[in-house]
């Protein structure tokens, strides 16, 4: 299967190709051969203290020799006290002597910003081969690393998620955490009322209703491609009433069935 499935923490060990997005962030792994993150506008102190945890997970010796990628050209601004973190972060990498990591890639977007990013390891200079490449490079620097199969379905997950407003991203990293939460619970969350909420996701053409639509989706996709769960046990796993509910969901979606998906994604 050549599409990244989202998934929470524990799901990442060495589970295939899986991804965790945050507010301004995405973290991905090719099961144990390869794993990145992407940044996108401007990285807080607490946003990289989520992506520690995420990244510590490579100290597992399943790991040992991964590609690692940074993919920085999203960033729009840096803030001094997440750049501090990244900076202590890497440089406690280094002290301890990391063995589990085979390269490290930063790709940068050029500017003001391409230049700070790029030049962070430098600084740090690792004991593992690393190297700093434009967005231009991004291709070659995949295929140098050993891992050339896996930049087009990195490059599409990085467009997928990269070009979402902050407010539905947010919102969504919400409901992947709590399902189930109100509307105005998810306000409270993002530090927003309601009314502003549904304001926000209102100018960016989408609602809270239609996230936790696609929620669902993905979830079913999840379910479909991955076990061998019948339709009304996937359909009762994501809350939906019925299988019949969740194949009208299907066709409505992919114009096609949950079965002829399942086999056509599996192949």
């Known amino acids: 299967m050549s599409s990244f499935l989202t998934a929470t923490r524990a799901e990442l060990v060495g589970q295939g190709r899986r991804y965790v ?15 990145g993150t992407f940044m996108w506008g401007k990285p807080l102190e607490e946003d990289i203290a989520q992506l520690e945890p995420l ?14 990628f940074i993919d920085a050209r999203g960033v729009e601004s840096v803030d001094a006290l997440g750049f501090k973190r990244l900076l202590g972060y890497l440089l406690d990498r280094k002290r301890r002597v990391d063995h589990s990591v085979g390269s490290m890639t930063m790709i940068h977007g050029g500017g003001l910003v391409g ?13 593992y081969t690393f190297r700093a490449v434009s967005a231009d490079d991004a291709e070659d620097a995949f295929a140098s690393a050993g891992v050339a199969d896996l930049f ?7 467009r997928q998620l990269c070009h979402v407003p902050d407010v539905v991203r947010s919102v969504q ?20 009322s309601p009314r502003t909420l ?38 009762a796993h994501v809350g939906l009433s019925s299988a ?23 192949r």
């Not at 087009?152 to 990085?158: I, M, T, Y």
């Not at 990293?173 to 927003?192: D, F, I, K, V």
């Not at 100018?203 to 991955?226: C, I, N, P, Q």
């Open 55 to 68: 990244w510590q997970l490579g100290e597992d010796r399943r790991y040992a020799g991964r590609a690692v």
């Open 244 to 266: 019949s509910h969740l194949v009208s969901m299907f066709r409505r979606v992919h114009h096609t069935t949950p079965g002829e998906w399942r086999e056509q994604n599996r």
């Open 173 to 192: 990293a919400a409901l992947q955490r709590e399902p189930n939460a109100s509307a105005a619970e998810l306000a409270a969350r993002l530090g927003l």
């Open 21 to 35: 997005v945050g507010r301004c962030f995405a973290f991905w792994q090719d099961g144990t051969r390869a794993n």
């Open 152 to 158: 087009e379905p990195v490059e599409a997950l990085r």
């Open 115 to 127: 230049v700070i990013t790029a030049g962070l390891l430098s600084v740090v200079r690792p004991p």
């Open 198 to 235: 549904q304001r926000r996701l209102d100018e960016a053409d989408t609602s809270l209703r239609a996230e936790r639509r696609k929620l669902v989706m993905h979830r079913a996709e999840e379910l479909l491609a991955a076990t061998t769960l019948d339709l009304d046990a996937i359909a």
